[in-house]
């Protein structure tokens, strides 16, 4: 799904960072903060309602462990962080020059898989792709971005990443000391909404204080829906 998001966006902000780069930054830092929201709020909800799930699904004997579960949430936050990245990579057709950390990280992820399969089982194919992308596309592709394409301190993408990180594990870990009663599927789907609304409302305002690019995409993201409004009242007349 975020990789059909990311998709999406490129042709448009193609185009924008061809012909206005300081603008093309400042989106830049709105789609950015968007995925890192996004991370955060799926994490948060995966660690929460997971194990309810399968023990809802498939029974209680099936329930992964803690270790496990925090492994998966880590991998996750990094696949849909990267995503804006990632959109800047595509945009300007930087193929060419981030290969190399590409394959990097591919052949880092088999080696360290493969050292921790036998040992750790599932948990040590996690921990070789969670490492290999943290040494490698994780470090060079925004230092790369930054540097090449805005003329930025890389910092800024970092800090903002690890205060996003922070915020996501001490949410989840205070939401996990909620105890979830799960009695059917019903109960589950109420769970989840209800949860939903509670971290989404949480984590919103701790990135509208926190976040600068956050307070600003919500200003576009409301001009945007008054002039939806505005254009359907005029033509609907």
């Known amino acids: 799904t975020t990789y059909i998001m990311s ?126 992308t943290l040494f490698t596309t994780f470090i060079f592709h925004p230092i790369f971005i930054y540097k090449n394409v805005f003329k930025k301190n890389v910092i800024i993408f970092y800090l903002r990443s690890l205060i996003g990180f922070t915020i996501s594990i001490l949410l989840a870990f205070l939401t996990s000391l909620i105890k979830i009663n799960i009695s059917g599927v019903g109960s589950f789907i109420l769970n989840v909404i209800l949860y939903s609304i509670i971290v989404l409302t949480v984590l919103f305002a701790l990135f509208y204080l926190i976040f600068k690019p956050m307070r600003n995409l919500t200003r576009r993201a409301k001009n945007l829906i008054l002039n939806i409004f505005k254009i359907r009242s005029k033509y609907g007349k």
């Open 7 to 132: 998709a999406a966006i490129v042709p448009s902000f193609a185009a924008k960072i061809n012909s206005d780069e300081k603008e093309s930054y400042n989106i830049f830092e709105e789609i950015n903060i968007f995925f890192l929201f996004l991370a955060s709020f799926t994490s948060i909800m995966f660690y929460m309602l997971l194990n309810p799930l399968i023990k809802l699904w498939i029974g209680e004997e099936y329930l992964v462990s803690k270790t496990t579960l925090a492994l998966f949430v880590i991998l996750g936050f990094q696949m849909i962080l990267r995503r804006g990245i990632d959109i800047v990579i595509n945009s300007k057709g930087y193929f060419k020059e981030t290969k190399k950390p590409v394959f990097y990280e591919a052949l880092l992820n088999l080696i360290i898989s493969l050292a921790l399969i036998k040992p750790l089982g599932i948990n040590g194919v996690l921990m070789g792709s969670i490492f290999a």
